[in-house]
């Protein structure tokens, strides 16, 4: 098939997921355009049958706003009249469906039928899409979608309540390559980051507000209180300054290392102990995944869709919105003693094998082939 996906190309999740989503299905033979403004950071390489489109959009003194989405719209027409493209698959409903919605109607007038999946991924909802300012738009083109998927049931269930929604939402949750991911840790990149065998915790988001990244510091800390542990923090956003600098004012600063935007997180989660994600909101939780895949355990927060992944005393621990006691206390259960971290690690890893993503991919197979 020739399948246009349409994504933020920047670390977010649901970059990533379209990134890997196109790359699985390359490695199938289809061919896939990629449209975004930028190349998507998971996009590296050479692919013989991928291919990336850049919108560009021309700037002129009378813009404040540049029309990202007029720019868009136009790029996917001449994409799919190029390349005889049969679908387009869009990521995050702002501004992806809206655009894709012009594009449609611009090819019916041409006598092009170009059916579109949207598939809503969290913050498009449940932050951003809920806004009357975006609202009106967003679930008309939802509506007019010719497939609805959501990332979780969560998600779904939040979809139907925060707008008028007249179609069925279809649930295909988030996958992880477990092969890629569940690599041999590198002993000699561990010592360097624990040199006496401190345990090794780890978070990575975009470190907006819904991320409470400081309950992750805050509960790095408790747990720092009882064993000695080392704090690595992945990811760039609008908080780290200021969660960069009070933990500078921290005593033992010198265990909380902000190691900023990193593309090979295969590389790095094999090393650690222990993932933190202490979020406020997680339609899904795409990073607790990629750890789990690593075979490392989740501390969350039982927030949005995380229990769908992650499994209370099985592969990890949930606890309640800004509850850092209760986070510092199964973290320590976990990590203080050795065959429990061992069966969590294994267990964290069954769990992500159900999400693998050779079981998932051919769901957006079968869908691609049904709205063909
Ligand atoms: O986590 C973010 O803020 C980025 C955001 C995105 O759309 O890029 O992530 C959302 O999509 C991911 C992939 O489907 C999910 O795993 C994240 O849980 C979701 N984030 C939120 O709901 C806050």
Redesign the pocket.
């Known amino acids: 098939m020739n399948i246009g996906i349409v994504c933020?190309p920047t670390f977010?999740?649901?970059?990533?997921?379209a990134t890997e989503l196109g790359k699985a299905l390359a490695d199938k033979g289809h061919n896939i355009h990629f449209i975004t403004y930028q190349q998507p950071v998971r996009l590296s390489g050479f692919h013989a049958n991928i291919f990336y489109h850049e919108v560009r959009v021309p700037t002129y003194p009378l813009f404040d706003y540049p029309p990202y989405e007029t720019a868009l719209a136009s790029t996917m027409v001449d994409v799919i009249l190029n390349n005889d493209v049969e679908l387009l698959h869009v990521h995050?409903a702002i501004p992806h469906a809206a655009a894709a919605y012009m594009a449609k109607q611009i090819l019916a007038k041409q006598g092009k039928r170009i059916p579109v999946i949207t598939t809503l991924?969290?913050?498009?909802i449940?932050l951003v899409g809920r806004d009357k300012t975006y609202s009106p738009v967003v679930t008309f083109s939802m509506n007019e979608s010719d497939v609805l998927t959501a990332?979780s049931d969560n998600l779904k269930d939040e979809t139907y309540k925060n707008f008028k929604i007249e179609k069925e939402i279809e649930v295909i949750h988030?996958f992880v390559d477990v092969e890629r991911f569940h690599r041999q840790p590198v002993d000699a990149f561990r010592k360097l980051i624990s040199p006496n065998g401190e345990k090794i915790i780890v978070h990575a988001?975009?470190f907006?507000k819904?991320k409470r990244v400081e309950d992750v510091v805050s509960t790095f800390l408790l747990i720092q209180k009882k064993m000695p542990a080392t704090l690595l923090l992945l990811g760039d956003g609008p908080e780290r300054t200021h969660i960069e600098d009070s933990a500078r004012k921290c005593e033992s600063h010198n265990t909380i290392k902000f190691l900023g935007k990193q593309e090979q997180m295969e590389d790095i989660l094999p090393i650690a102990d222990l993932f933190l994600l202490t979020?406020e909101?997680?339609?899904?939780?795409?990073?607790a995944l990629e750890a789990m895949a690593a075979e490392v355990p989740v501390i969350s927060t039982n927030a949005?869709?995380l229990p769908e992944i992650n499994i209370n005393g099985y592969c990890g621990f949930m606890s309640d919105v800004g509850d850092v006691e209760d986070m510092s206390k199964n973290a320590l259960h976990i990590l203080q003693d050795e065959a429990t971290l061992r069966k969590f690690k294994e267990n964290a890893l069954a769990q992500a094998k159900k999400f693998d993503i050779a079981n998932i991919v051919p769901l957006y197979e079968a869908m691609y082939k049904r709205v063909i």
């Open positions: 933020y977010g999740g649901s970059g990533v997921l995050y991924h969290g913050t498009d449940t990332v988030n988001s975009n907006r819904v979020s909101y997680e339609s899904f939780g795409l990073a949005g869709g």
